[in-house]
């Protein structure tokens, strides 16, 4: 366990804390005026290894050499220059600060940290980190990586979850959820929705399945994962028989047989170590999963029938209502698919850079 102190005063700021991986809806921006719910779980924080936030530079006035030593392969509409390796919390588990009210930014609903660090240390003033919760994102303290100190409080190390742990846990994630809302005339209101989640994780998964393809038409698992993927790929990828072939792979799973290419595979939640198969199957290329997200897939959740009451005997079971579904098909994160494969070295192949200059055309309309 750790706590995280001020870099100046040495007071600390934070609950006991335990390190996880980084969601990858982290930066994800959802919707219109919509509530999102906070970021990380309570007691936990994770490390953003890349900038976040202002002072911003425009892409022509970055070396194409700098962007590449930052990991960044294809050209963005711009780059942070803020300090890498902020430290991500819940918002519940910050301690001894207070708000700079002159570093509101341009919010909408509540802060959104565009004018950088938002929150200063009680003792001694100097800003320390960047509380973020405005409409369409999601709630976190943001420490900054320089002006915090990580202090171990706790000896003892706790080994993470093995894999099979994790899939006896279940802790998988609904692919739908109801979004909250402002702006009815009765307050605050909901709707339900493809779970954001899902479309940032179907985001990143699907920049990962684009250079898997090789330039090739690719087919998925039927049901809920084509729904997720295959539209998606079909607009993406020529036409024709597929000729690469994508499956479930990971813990408690069968074995990959002959002619799989692509492995859809879970991400572990505390280290965000990609799962790894053993034996022939590991030269297929390995597509990152949220484990959540994952295990839905592997095993959904049916929809079960719940006890009738009022006029119908107690024994009987009924299945209505039908559980609440959005009313449009799912459509990945744009954000989240640009930002991976930006970072993909194999964005550089001239024909993923056509499809990456051609978001802005109808063809995608359907995608995102």
């Known amino acids: 366990m750790f706590v995280f102190s001020c870099a100046r005063c040495g007071v600390e700021l934070t609950v006991p804390l335990s390190q996880v991986s980084l969601p990858s809806h982290a930066r994800q921006k959802y919707g219109n005026g919509v509530q999102l719910p906070v970021l990380m779980e309570a007691g936990t924080f994770a490390v953003d290894p890349d900038p976040w936030g202002g002072p911003w530079r425009m892409w022509d006035e970055v070396d194409p050499g700098e962007a590449e030593a930052r990991g960044i392969y294809a050209p963005v509409h711009a780059l942070s220059d803020s300090t890498p390796g902020a430290i991500v919390i819940a918002p519940g588990d910050i301690r001894g600060t207070r708000l700079i009210p002159e570093k509101r930014g341009g919010a909408c609903c509540g802060l959104d940290g565009a004018e950088g660090p938002n929150m200063a240390c009680e003792v001694c003033d100097l800003p320390v980190a960047t509380r973020v919760d405005d409409c ?3 709630q976190a303290v943001r420490l900054s990586s320089d002006a915090v100190r990580r202090v171990l409080i706790d000896g003892v190390h706790t080994a993470p979850f093995s894999w099979t742990e994790l899939v006896e846990r279940g802790e998988s994630t609904p692919p739908f959820e109801p979004i909250g809302t402002w702006g009815g005339r009765s307050g605050s209101s909901h709707y339900w929705s493809w779970s954001p989640q899902w479309e940032a994780a179907a985001g990143q998964a699907l920049a990962h399945l684009l250079v898997a393809s090789e330039g090739q038409p690719v087919k ?4 809920l994962t084509a729904d997720v993927f295959q ?3 079909d607009t993406l990828l ?3 028989p597929p000729t690469r072939h994508a499956v479930l792979a990971g813990p408690g799973e069968p074995s990959a047989g002959a002619g799989v290419d692509i492995l859809l595979v879970p991400v572990h939640p505390q ?3 990609t799962w790894i198969p053993a034996g022939p199957a590991a030269s297929a290329y390995p597509v990152p999963l949220p484990l959540g997200v994952w295990l839905w897939l592997v095993s959904p959740e049916p929809y079960l029938p719940v006890p009738a009451s009022g006029g119908i005997p107690q024994d009987v079971l009924r299945d209505d209502p039908l559980p609440p579904r959005p009313n449009y098909l799912f459509r990945a994160d744009r954000g989240r ?5 930006v970072r993909l070295p194999a964005v550089r192949s001239p024909w993923i850079r056509t499809i990456l200059e051609n978001l ?3 063809a995608s309309v359907g995608v995102f």
Do not use: I, K, N, Y
């Open 136 to 138: 369409s994102l999601w």
């Open 220 to 223: 998925v698992p039927g049901g």
């Open 231 to 233: 539209g998606a790929l």
């Open 238 to 240: 020529p036409a024709g």
């Open 271 to 273: 280290t965000g170590q």
């Open 337 to 341: 698919f640009e930002h991976t494969l």
């Open 360 to 362: 802005t055309q109808d």
